[in-house]
Nanobody, 120 residues
Framework: QVQLVESGGGFAQLGGSLRLSCVASGNIFSANTMGWYRQAPGKQRELVATMSTGGLTNYADSVKGRFTISRDGAKNTAYLQMNTLKPEDTAVYYC??????????????WGQGTQVTVAS
């Protein structure tokens, strides 16, 4: 089992910045993917950014050039630096972890979610 604890959400002004953190603990696979999905009221949950232990990243088109995902392997922690925030970024952000084995994703886990609110 994997536990995810995320933090760093809050309130930001238009054009401001926030940094989200997600700490994974428990039965961590040596190969895995971590990242964030977000869900706004009345909308489907959507991918924001992910990064594998192999260094591969995936970003939603809406955040490319503004958000940067990074990882600290020693701490089993992922970070999402969010710059130039827009009101459209307002959502609950959920950290996600997926173990990998022979190229297959295993055992998806979700964090508790953290609210990000951006004012215009």
């Amino acid at each position: 089992q994997v536990q995810l604890v995320e933090s760093g959400g809050g309130f930001a002004q238009l054009g401001g910045s926030l940094r989200l953190s997600c700490v994974a603990s428990g039965n961590i696979f040596s190969a895995n993917t971590m990242g964030w999905y977000r869900q706004a009221p009345g909308k489907q949950r959507e991918l924001v950014a992910t990064m594998s232990t192999g260094g591969l990243t995936n970003y939603a088109d809406s955040v490319k050039g503004r958000f940067t995902i990074s990882r600290d392997g020693a701490k089993n922690t992922a970070y999402l630096q969010m710059n130039t925030l827009k009101p459209e970024d307002t959502a609950v952000y959920y950290c996600k972890y997926s173990g990998q084995f022979l190229g297959r994703d295993l055992n998806n886990y979700w964090g508790q979610g953290t609210q990000v609110t951006v004012a215009s």
